[in-house]
């Protein structure tokens, strides 16, 4: 007669004609409690179902299914005995070694070896300083001097509301000018907030208002826009090389023309503007941005150093402090305005950074990565081809449509979501395929520890109240980094790629904070504040004179004035304590001869703050009022990545 139970009962090695409390045979002892040989305790064997239910004492109240599940899930991630430890073996091994054998053969002696590394050093940065020196001279320009280095975002009108009331603090408005000198790669330099032209909203493009038109070939640019990237669209300078010129302000213009120049498209304003500025056609300057001279540079002696170093710590921290030195230096510096300010700033920058490249070295993974290796093409290809695409990343993976991984942004951006849904399906199959090899070499159980870890304390900064979770490029690779403590040929691009990016995020933006308050991630975002509420202005029309007047609600708590924008300059600031009252109306006059639209916005304020302001309600050139539609508009800039923008 069978037993309904048999199939279990033979799977944990009983027989229904043994009695549970029978000792168990040392044949049946595989999985149960070991023995000491060395023992000398003569008392009978454990009983069954003691021994079975040992390692599960505490674990009672789990059901058996699941707790039999958990232990073969358990002994998989302890990984196969002994360990499989994953070992690159280069292909053509004769070929790939050849550099190794070639100094082992006619440079044999330390002695020599570290002769040559200090001159070879000491040809690197002579080489490199001597380019970089070559480039910070410009010719001077007859009448104007020696051109001096503007960046890519610098403007004659500050953003938001700094230049005062009707544009003072930013006067002269003409009859001033200089000689400028632009950096190369400005024309992908754009405004990631939205930014308001008149009635349009402009958002993810080069801010360059104006440009020749059809009646004047002179190229008249809106002082708001940026000089660099006006001067491209102008054809005064070249993007690639970057180069020098001549700008002069010209004063009030009207009727701004949009075109497309020189891969940027300028935007057009069908009104009138306080100061505007033009470039000089036929000056003679010369100077050359010499970042691609120095990538050769940098490129040729990092190739050579990796083809001819196995150590890994030597390849590693020359590696790390020459990629460092090109970003911070050529290829993505800081904001400055000198080449000493320039030097300093990423020296302050380079001594923390050296000590997290010794824990990422030492702690994370990268040391075991590299010892032993021996195929030193498939390195140079893949970990320092992976580093520079990284420390490049300013171009290299600037065409992905995500500038700052926060909701405002994604939302804003055309494609991001996208975006980023497949970086994430790329970074969990990888994340899988990685678990499956630290299982073959039983470390899977730590570093999913380490995650745990990481998760964990992402959880809690999620959960402060007031701050906000802000992943840098430092950040990302810090957290991804563990993940690749391992020799495989995978690992060599994603380790490089991500020391890449550890180098670009600390050598051009610094260790920026992880935790953030909501104004630091808003920056001139839209506040959602309040918004005036302005009744239907009243307009006289003239044969001289047009007029149109305004009248609003007096400011709710805790506001305590209105200002208000005539085509995105201040024209009008007033406050409750200065007798102002519900009927007190700001009027705007106009010739009317000149047809031409004008744009008025309204924002509450807060002492000397303004708020935000609502979209542009446009008195026509017919004299017709268009209403303003509901929602807040913006007037200010902001520089690429969501950092503070420097003027």
């Not at 058996?64 to 690159?88: M, T």
């Not at 070694?97 to 070879?120: C, F, Q, T, V």
């Not at 009635?199 to 059809?214: C, K, T």
Request: contains cysteine; proline residues 7%.
């Amino acid at each position: 007669m069978a037993f309904p139970d048999d199939e279990e009962m033979a799977r944990y090695g009983t027989r229904h004609d043994e009695h549970p409390d029978d000792p168990i045979n040392e044949s049946t002892q595989t999985n149960l409690l070991p023995m000491d040989d060395l023992s000398d305790d003569s008392s009978p064997p454990t009983p069954r179902f003691l021994q079975d239910q040992s390692s599960y004492r505490y674990l009672k109240w789990v059901p058996l299914p699941i707790r039999r599940v958990g232990k073969a899930i358990g002994r998989w991630a302890r990984g196969p005995d002994p360990p499989r430890v994953h070992e690159i073996k280069p292909f053509f091994p004769a070929i790939q070694e050849a550099p190794i054998h070639l100094l082992d053969k006619y440079i044999p002696k330390r002695r020599h070896r570290i002769s040559l590394l200090i001159g070879y050093y000491f040809l690197w940065a002579l080489t490199f300083a001597l380019i970089m020196r070559q480039s910070t001279f410009a010719t001077e320009i007859e009448g104007w001097g020696a051109p001096g280095n503007i960046g890519c975002t610098n403007t004659y009108w500050v953003p938001g509301n700094r230049c005062g009331l009707n544009g003072n603090d930013c006067r002269p408005f003409n009859g001033s000018g200089f000689a400028f000198r632009c950096p190369a790669n400005c024309a992908g330099v754009m405004v990631l907030n939205p930014r308001a032209v008149g009635a349009q909203e402009i958002n993810y493009r080069p801010l360059v208002i104006g440009g020749p038109s059809m009646e004047d070939p002179s190229p008249i640019y809106r002082s708001d826009s940026f000089i660099c990237g006006s001067a491209i669209h102008a054809g005064i300078i070249d993007d690639i090389k970057g180069g020098c010129g001549v700008v002069s302000l010209v004063g009030q213009h009207r009727n701004y023309q949009s075109s497309s120049r020189h891969n940027i498209d300028s935007i057009g304003f069908d009104s009138n503007f306080p100061s505007s500025f033009t470039f000089h056609s036929g000056t003679t300057c010369e100077a050359k941005d010499a970042r691609w001279e120095l990538l050769l540079v940098s490129l040729t002696f990092t190739v050579v150093l990796s083809l001819f170093t196995a150590s890994p710590g030597l390849f590693y921290f020359s590696i790390f402090t020459g990629v460092f030195a090109h970003v911070g230096l050529a290829s993505d510096p800081p904001p400055h305005g000198t080449t000493v300010g320039l030097v300093s700033n990423i020296l302050g920058k380079f001594l923390p950074a050296a000590f997290c490249a010794f824990v990422i070295y030492r702690y994370m993974g990268v040391r075991r990565t590299l010892t032993g290796l021996t195929a030193q093409i498939e390195k140079t290809v893949l970990w320092l081809g992976g580093c520079w695409v990284g420390a490049l990343s300013n171009y290299t993976l600037d065409w992905i449509p995500i500038q700052r991984l926060n909701k405002h942004d994604l939302n804003q951006q055309p494609g991001a979501y996208l975006a980023l849904c497949i970086i994430i399906v790329l970074l969990v199959i990888i994340f899988i395929k990685q678990i499956f090899y630290f299982q073959r070499e039983g470390r899977l159980i730590r570093y999913l520890g380490i995650y745990g870890l990481f998760i964990g304390a992402i959880l809690i900064s999620l959960l402060l109240p007031g701050l906000s979770l802000r992943i840098h490029h430092y950040i990302l690779a810090l957290l991804l980094l563990p993940g690749t403590s391992m020799q495989t040929r995978p690992v060599l691009l994603y380790q490089g790629l991500l020391i890449g990016l550890f180098i670009n995020g600390i050598a051009r933006w610094g260790f920026d904070s992880v935790l953030q308050t909501a104004d630091e991630l808003r920056g001139d975002a839209q506040h959602n504040s309040r918004l005036p509420k302005v009744s239907i202005p009243n307009i006289t029309l003239g044969q001289n004179v047009s007029t149109i007047s305004f009248s609003w609600l007096e400011p709710p708590e805790p506001f305590d004035g209105i200002s208000v924008l005539v085509n995105d300059v201040e024209r009008f600031r007033g406050y409750t304590d200065e007798g102002f009252s519900s009927d007190e109306e700001f009027e705007w006059t106009k010739d009317p001869a000149i047809a031409e639209p004008e744009y008025f916005r309204f924002s509450y304020m807060q002492g000397p703050n303004s708020w935000d302001y609502t979209k542009a309600g446009i008195w026509n050139a017919d004299g017709s009022w268009t209403v303003m539609e509901s929602g807040p508009s913006k007037v200010k800039s902001r520089e690429l990545d969501g950092e503070v923008l420097v003027i």
